[in-house]
C-alpha cells in the first residue's frame, strides 16, 4: 500500500503561483511513477502530468506545457507540482497518484494509488 497526502492548494489570483505537494508513506517510493491529476466540477477527471521513477522523464498535458512543472524527491517520498501563470481554467480538485509500476504514465487507469485531493481555486 501506498498512501498519498496532498498539500498546497488554496485561492490564487490569475497569473499567481503554487506548489503542490505530495507526501508518499508505505512502500518503497522510489520505485513508483508518480501522476497529478485534476478534477473541475462537472468534468471527469484529467491527466495533468506524470513523472518516472528517478525523476528523468516527465509529461504534462498540453494545457500546462510551459507553465507546470513536476518533480520528486525521492529522499524525503514527495513529489511536487509546480505551477505559474494560473489560469481560472486550472480550478479543481488536484489528486496525486502513484503507480506500481517506473515508468511513467497519463492514463488514469495505470494508477493505484490515489490522495484525497487539494482544492486549487483561481479567480479572474
Known amino acids: 500500500q501506498v498512501q498519498l497526502v496532498e498539500s498546497g492548494g488554496e485561492l490564487v489570483q490569475a497569473g499567481g503561483s503554487l506548489r503542490l505537494s505530495c507526501a508518499a508513506s508505505?512502500?518503497?517510493?522510489?520505485?513508483?511513477?508518480m501522476g497529478w491529476f485534476r478534477q473541475a466540477p462537472g468534468k471527469e477527471r484529467e491527466f495533468v502530468a506524470t513523472i518516472n521513477w528517478n525523476g528523468g522523464i516527465t509529461d504534462y498535458v498540453d494545457s500546462v506545457k510551459g507553465r507546470f512543472t513536476i518533480s520528486r524527491d525521492n529522499a524525503k517520498t514527495t513529489v511536487f507540482l509546480q505551477m505559474n501563470s494560473l489560469k481560472p481554467e486550472d480550478t479543481a480538485v488536484y489528486y496525486c497518484?502513484?503507480?506500481?509500476?517506473?515508468?511513467?504514465?497519463?492514463?488514469?487507469?495505470?494508477?493505484?494509488?490515489w490522495g484525497q485531493g487539494t482544492q486549487v481555486t483561481v479567480s479572474s
Open positions: 508505505g512502500r518503497t517510493f522510489t520505485t513508483n511513477a
Open positions: 497518484a502513484a503507480r506500481l509500476w517506473p515508468s511513467h504514465s497519463s492514463r488514469y487507469e495505470e494508477y493505484d494509488f
